[in-house]
């Protein structure tokens, strides 16, 4: 009988377990999360075209004491030799527009009167003259801190001390004889000249009001012609929502014959963090509106009816380390926003790309070149690729500045999530750029995004021989970017983008 109840008691032991350790009734799990919605667009690409499109890609550099180590470990013997060929041949692929070097602190080669150093500028202005289109935009970002009554952008400026400054750098990089200071002579190693310069960086954040730009501006481009006629310039470069005040003074203040040859401004979705995927996507429609008020406000002048405006800095997250791992924007804990470099950004920089594109902006430049994986296109200390270096690569080679490109006629059932950019090529061929930016989650910060389903019906473009896409997403390698794959001319063109992404379809 022991026996017995002893197996009777286990086996009931068992019958617990089985049920959870209780003999009533048992909750069960809760169900799956409902999968996330399809987006689903529907895209038809008319042969009517609306004008020219002519949007140029380029990037830029920073040359200061924190980067100038970038071509080269030393400049003046560039050890090792492979490292500068590397790297230059990574900026020459990208075929960038008038590479953007920015001068500020150390970068700066005057840092006294008549104190004269180009060690850490040419560091970087030496390789990027010899590669890409080898004719760079020298922007000069600050004057040297001396000419500022209280020294770093404070205080009053010296104008005729910055405008001799400027004159000397026209010298240094554009003359045979280059400029003398204290007995010695200052020329560039280059024969090479820089025919683009920009005259001071985003002036409303750095102690400059709109009267006093174009006063500069008026002083100091007619000084830098007397060096050499040839040089063009790049006006005002913008930051912060100023166009309402600094251009419409600039316009109506700039003296007759002092010559414009592009008007720039500056892009960025934010300057936090924290700020969720959709509150940056939702930034991007009014970079096109900006532009278009640039050019409204500049019509006041008709010596700038016909100028360019560009874009000379944009990126997702315009924030830093200040130091101490602080915030400049906000004073909290900085932290890097990695969709500068993720397959958020895929989506993000085309969709601003047709936006502003074809809001008239004819030049948009990354910020900046070698950084990390908020900013750059490829590592800084690695210069290993980034995800972001092969989403402008493709920008840059379907749709290459000047080719002669026209913007067609397009419908889109989903513009909310999805942003279509259709050209015909001069060849006849037709490219259509596809972003899908669909947020997954309001509260997303680097999310994946949706999928999207999408038809792209180009029955009224007639027949093609030949068709092929290239598709950057998450599952793009970054150190060898996408490979174009073949796929079908009949209308409609059916494609899939896996969460934040973007399509180039090519027909030829």
């Known amino acids: 009988m022991k026996t017995l109840a002893l197996g009777l008691i286990v086996l009931m032991l068992g019958i617990f377990t089985a049920c959870g350790g209780s003999m009533g009734s048992t909750t069960p799990p809760p169900p799956p999360p409902p999968p996330p919605p399809t987006v689903n667009a529907s895209i038809t690409v008319d042969s009517t075209t609306n004008g020219p499109f002519n949007l140029a890609m380029s990037t830029s550099f920073q040359p200061a004491e ?136 985003e002036p409303s954040i750095n102690n400059i009001s709109d009267t006093q730009y174009v006063q500069i501006y008026n002083t100091v481009v007619p000084a830098m012609q007397a060096i050499d006629p040839s040089v063009k310039f790049v006006a005002i470069e ?29 892009y960025y979705s934010s300057c936090n963090q924290k700020d969720t995927d959709q509150q940056v996507m939702s930034t991007v429609p009014g970079f096109a509106t900006s532009v278009q008020n640039i050019y409204q406000y500049m019509k006041v002048n008709a010596a700038l009816a016909n100028v360019p405006v560009w874009i000379t800095e944009n990126n997702v997250n315009a924030d830093f380390d200040k130091g101490g791992g602080i915030s400049n924007c906000n004073g909290t804990p900085f932290v890097t926003d990695d969709r500068g470099s993720s397959a958020f950004f895929a989506a993000w920089r085309p969709y601003v790309f047709s936006q502003v594109g074809q809001a008239g902006a004819q030049a948009l430049y990354h910020w900046d070149f070698g950084a990390d994986k908020q900013y750059g296109e490829v590592d800084y200390s690695t210069a290993n690729t980034q995800l972001s270096y092969w989403v402008d690569y493709w920008l840059g080679q379907m749709f290459p500045a000047g080719s002669g490109q026209l913007l067609l006629q397009s ?74 794959v073949t796929v079908s001319t009949a209308s409609p063109i059916k494609l899939s983008l896996n969460g934040y992404s973007v399509a180039f379809i090519k027909l030829q």
């Open 238 to 266: 913008l930051c912060c929502n100023s166009e309402g005040t600094y251009v419409p003074t600039f316009a109506s203040g700039l003296q007759p014959g002092v010559p414009v040859d592009a008007v720039a401004t500056h």
């Open 66 to 201: 924190w980067d100038d180590n970038f071509f080269c470990s030393d400049i003046n013997s560039c050890t090792p030799q492979t490292w500068l060929t590397a790297r230059t041949t990574l900026l020459t692929n990208l075929v960038p527009h008038h590479v953007r070097l920015q001068t500020i602190s150390q970068g700066i080669p005057e840092s006294g009167p008549n104190t004269w150093s180009f060690s850490v500028l040419d560091s970087i202005t030496q390789p990027v003259l010899s590669a890409g289109d080898q004719s760079p935009e020298m922007q000069l970002g600050w004057a040297p801190s001396f000419l500022w009554s209280q020294g770093s952008n404070q205080g009053t400026l010296d104008v005729p001390g910055f405008t001799t400054y400027t004159q000397d750098m026209v010298a240094y990089y554009n003359t045979a004889a280059g400029f003398t200071a204290n007995g010695q002579t200052f020329q560039s190693p280059s024969q090479i000249p820089v025919t683009w310069w920009g005259i001071l960086n």
């Open 411 to 484: 419908s889109n059932t989903d513009t909310t999530d999805i942003e279509v950019l259709p050209v015909k090529n001069a060849d006849g061929s037709v490219l259509v750029m596809i972003s899908n930016h669909a947020v997954a989650s309001p509260s997303d910060n680097n999310g994946a995004g949706l999928t999207a389903n999408i038809s792209v019906d180009t029955s009224a473009l007639g027949s093609f021989t030949s068709a092929s896409e290239v598709v950057i997403d998450s599952s793009t390698s970054a150190a060898t970017g996408p490979s174009p």
